[in-house]
């Protein structure tokens, strides 16, 4: 299902929006801005100290590479810090631990490893 969703995520070849506004007035949309040469399967979070990782964000879709998408950290519970996990198509895993997504604007991923913005 992710081969198909990598064909539909190229022909668009844009950013989409992965969940709901925010309930609080607080911005938890983060740009997951893909930089490296391989897709990102897999997108996980949860509130810092709280859970262990919720299911994917992406659920059908991946972000290729040289492409973004906007995924909205706002699960209703009104918490600012995650752990954030994306894994890559072949399997690797990035983490940004203790993320603050209501100031956070950007996390770029490259084949080195990652950057904030």
């Known amino acids: 299902m992710k081969k198909l969703a990598l064909l539909a995520a ?3 070849a844009g950013s989409a929006t992965l969940a709901s506004a925010a309930t609080d ?11 490296s040469s391989q897709a990102v399967y897999y ?4 509130p810092t100290g709280v859970t262990p ?3 994917d964000m992406l659920g059908d879709e991946i972000v290729p590479p040289g492409t973004s998408k ?5 699960y209703g519970t009104m918490d600012c810090r995650f752990e954030i996990k994306a894994v890559m198509k072949d399997g690797t ?3 940004h631990r203790d993320a603050d997504v209501c100031e956070l ?3 770029r ?7 904030l913005e």
């Open 109 to 115: 991923i490259t084949d080195d490893g990652d950057s």
């Open 25 to 35: 007035g607080k911005d938890r949309r983060v740009t997951i801005q893909n930089a």
């Open 53 to 55: 990782w919720l299911e």
């Open 70 to 74: 906007v995924a909205n950290f706002d």
């Open 10 to 12: 190229i022909a668009a």
């Open 93 to 95: 895993e990035h983490f």
């Open 105 to 107: 604007r950007t996390w």
């Open 43 to 46: 997108l996980y979070a949860y």
